[in-house]
């Protein structure tokens, strides 16, 4: 009997069908073949996006992570390929080759050794040298760009959107490129933001302006509410007077005390010490990161107001929950997180200051979110300024007036970017 076999015919229905063996095999495979073919055709039409970040510091990582995740929880038609930048280029890092140590990792030694002093200099000597690498990075990053095919290419890093941008423009001319900012302001010359077509992603008015003024235009330059932040800050549940009693006693601490955070990032800084021992009768969280050394040293201190510390933790959303304010380096992602979380802030600024962190130093102060030093030998008496009941809720109120919501922002801004979808709008990396 000659059975019809219609091109949408499932596999199920295909069994029931009166078909002899071989005619079964032979629709068998075609229906593989077909559906193999729409696979892999939809599976392309999902856009690829490349975020291209590297660990000098946490928050390029960190910044990334956030917006992928919340990429993938909103379940953008999108597939995001992270590409770390410091691995991408190993083969030419000359930090490495003379001692030992990438180039973020000697950033990093800095931070933790206290050793800025003179960064600006050595700022200058680092974009020597990248200069002096610029056509290798250019064709290292162009091969890749090639086997990645991406649709869209975001950077998270400063110092390198040049090569980015040069070798993306000879590989795939119409990809676009975005720069996030994860700084509140650029620090030219060839830090974040460059002379040449791309899109940027700022965080402040004054990052806006700085684009503005190297000529890139209106529709170019976008306005995020502030920095990428992790979305575990948007889903802290606010507790309750007794809960957060509760909680202020399981660390150790007075609950009817104020209670101040002191953090210097990922790797912790030696200063947190001196802040220690001139706060004596202050009740303090301190996060010391990776830095074990200068956490036995903290346990060693004296006190005579009761302390609880920290090494490295993602638990800095409820550590903030538990503070009243804020003490550390002038980092826009820990300034943003303390003042989403409503603690005034209180940072130094001084020539040991990393350069592209000065300008926060100055939004600070803009802002009203808290007070900014010379060096933190007075920290006893800004702290003491600070929560005076009438200072205290001014700072208070300045930080209330800061709504980020960033990281939910910018994913939109991105697809928007990338223009109208011919792919399969709703399928989640996932799902493909």
């Not at 002191?262 to 009740?283: E, K, N, T, Y």
């Not at 956490?295 to 302390?307: F, I, N, Q």
């Amino acid at each position: 009997m000659d059975v019809q076999v219609a091109p949408h015919t499932s596999f199920v229905e295909l069994q029931r069908l009166q078909l002899g063996d071989a005619s079964k095999k032979h629709w068998l495979i075609v229906l593989f073949s077909v559906t193999a073919v729409a696979q892999r055709d939809t599976i392309r039409m999902v856009r690829r996006l490349e975020l291209v970040y590297f660990d000098a510091g946490g928050g390029h990582r960190a910044a990334a992570g956030a917006l992928r995740e919340v990429m993938e929880r909103e379940r953008r038609p999108v597939e995001i390929l992270p590409m770390n930048l410091q691995e991408m280029l190993d083969s030419m890092d000359v930090f490495r080759q003379l001692t030992g140590l990438r180039l973020q990792d000697v950033y990093n030694l800095m931070l933790k050794k206290g050793w800025t002093l003179g960064s600006p200099q050595l700022m200058m000597g680092m974009h020597l040298v990248i200069r002096l690498f610029h056509r290798k990075q250019v064709r290292v990053l162009e091969t890749h760009w090639r086997e990645s095919r991406p649709d869209l290419v975001v950077s998270l890093v400063p110092n390198f959107n040049r090569a980015i941008g040069e070798s993306l423009r000879r590989a795939a001319p119409a990809t676009p490129l975005v720069t996030i900012l994860t700084d509140l302001a650029d620090y030219p010359p060839h830090f974040w933001i460059e002379r040449q077509p791309q899109y940027f992603i700022c965080g402040s008015d004054r990052a806006v302006e700085q684009a503005r003024s190297m000529g890139h235009a209106a529709d170019r330059v976008l306005r995020a509410s502030g920095m990428i932040l992790s979305p575990r800050f948007y889903e802290m549940a606010p507790l309750s007077v007794e809960e957060r009693a509760a909680a202020r006693r399981a660390l150790g601490l007075d609950p009817s005390t104020p209670v101040g955070l002191v953090l210097f990032g990922a790797q912790g800084a030696a200063v947190m010490l001196d802040i220690a021992r001139r706060l004596p009768d202050r009740q303090l969280i301190l996060i010391c990161g990776h830095n074990q050394k200068l956490r036995s040293r903290l346990e060693g201190l004296p006190r005579r107001a009761p302390v609880f510390i920290e090494g490295f933790t993602k638990e800095i959303p409820r550590y903030m929950q538990l503070a009243d304010y804020f003490i550390g380096k002038p980092g826009p992602g820990s300034i943003s997180e303390a003042v989403f979380m409503r603690l005034p802030v209180i940072v130094n600024c001084n020539a040991w200051t990393l350069p592209q962190e000065r300008y926060n130093a100055v939004w600070v102060r803009e802002q009203g979110v808290g007070i900014v030093l010379d060096n933190f030998r007075r920290v006893q008496s800004a702290v003491d300024h600070l929560l005076e009941p009438a200072a205290y809720a001014t700072f208070r109120a300045a930080t209330e007036r800061q709504q980020n919501r960033a990281v939910f922002e910018i994913p939109g801004m991105l697809e928007r970017v990338m223009g109208p979808s011919s792919g399969v709008l709703g399928l989640s990396p996932g799902g493909a």
